[in-house]
């Protein structure tokens, strides 16, 4: 008897409140992805949050996906959404999975269009640097209700619609510049939730030293206690700024005991702050994060 050609599942235009994005006139060139608009409880003004499926999704909810929470979504997987050009995340990740490693979802807040709304809303809530304050305006951070809303309220929401790993190895917190900081400070502060964190360019010169050791220790920093992190630095132009700062910083957690299972560091001299560096280094971190099937 023969047997009967196994039919395809449909993939949805629509998951929960998320639609399926038009991609015709897109960069991405892998995965499926969805949009859809949301009122944030800490900010004014409507956000896109983006979500993106790796081609192996399986809508019937068979296989389970670790996820990144990322800041900036605009910039993610698609440059024509981008003032600056994207991370071409789609492509990084078919390439690991090409090499044995699961893939990931990537779930990405949009950024407010005011950079000084951006540089409050993923700040720690700790005081920078006077210096800081006065070229950047009022210092308001709310970089913990940003964190929180996506530990307390997004990822619900997405482990409820789509076929996630929701563990805490499984689930994942990125961003550069800005969201480099946010991303460190939810590794600080958020261990219950996120298992790893990708911290590209932080400008951790934000802040004093004494104050920096001041986060730290407000959060008991330690290997047992907090999870996987991967720090990258550029050092190019305005890069060069950022360098002598992550390199503390890095320093500093190899002596409270994060060694090389813990914590990744990169730092490339010929880099600039840009997406394009940050695609080309988010291959490291992914792999440092993700597991290898085969």
């Not at 003004?45 to 389970?64: A, M, N, Q, T």
């Not at 951070?141 to 619609?161: M, Q, T, V, W």
Request: charged letters at 25%; a neutral charge.
């Amino acid at each position: 008897m023969m047997s009967m050609p196994k039919k395809k599942t449909p993939i949805p235009t629509i998951i929960g409140p998320f639609h399926l994005r038009k991609t015709r006139n897109t960069t991405m060139e892998y995965g499926f992805y969805y949009d859809a608009v949301f009122k944030l409880p800490f900010a004014k003004d409507d956000r896109h949050i983006r979500v993106w499926l790796p081609p192996s999704y399986d809508f019937e909810g068979k296989s389970k996906h670790p996820v990144m929470y990322m800041s900036d979504g605009q910039n993610l997987v698609d440059g024509k959404l981008s003032a600056y050009g994207d991370w071409h995340l789609d492509r990084v990740i078919h390439k690991l999975h090409e090499e044995g490693y699961e893939e990931p979802i990537l779930v990405g807040i949009d950024c407010p269009k005011p950079p000084r709304q951006r540089t409050n809303e993923l700040n720690p809530p700790y005081r920078v640097l006077e210096r800081i304050e006065k070229s950047m305006g009022p210092n308001h951070p709310i970089g913990d209700r940003f964190i929180n809303y996506i530990a307390d309220e997004l990822k619900p929401l997405i482990d409820s619609l789509f076929s996630t790993d929701p563990c805490i190895e499984a689930t994942a917190i990125g961003g550069s510049s800005m969201g480099g900081i946010m991303a460190w400070y939810a590794f600080l502060s958020r261990p219950d939730v996120f298992g790893f964190s990708l911290a590209f360019s932080p400008p951790f010169f934000f802040y004093s030293h004494k104050m920096l050791e001041k986060i730290l220790s407000d959060w008991g920093i330690s290997p047992e206690k907090q999870r996987k992190i991967f720090l990258y630095v550029g050092g190019v132009d305005f890069e060069k700024t950022f360098v002598k700062d992550v390199k503390y910083m890095h320093n500093r957690l190899l002596e409270l005991g994060f060694g090389e299972d813990k914590m990744g560091f990169l730092f490339d001299a010929e880099q600039p702050h840009h997406e394009e560096a940050w695609s080309i280094y988010s291959y490291n971190a992914l792999a440092f994060w993700l597991k290898k099937s085969k």
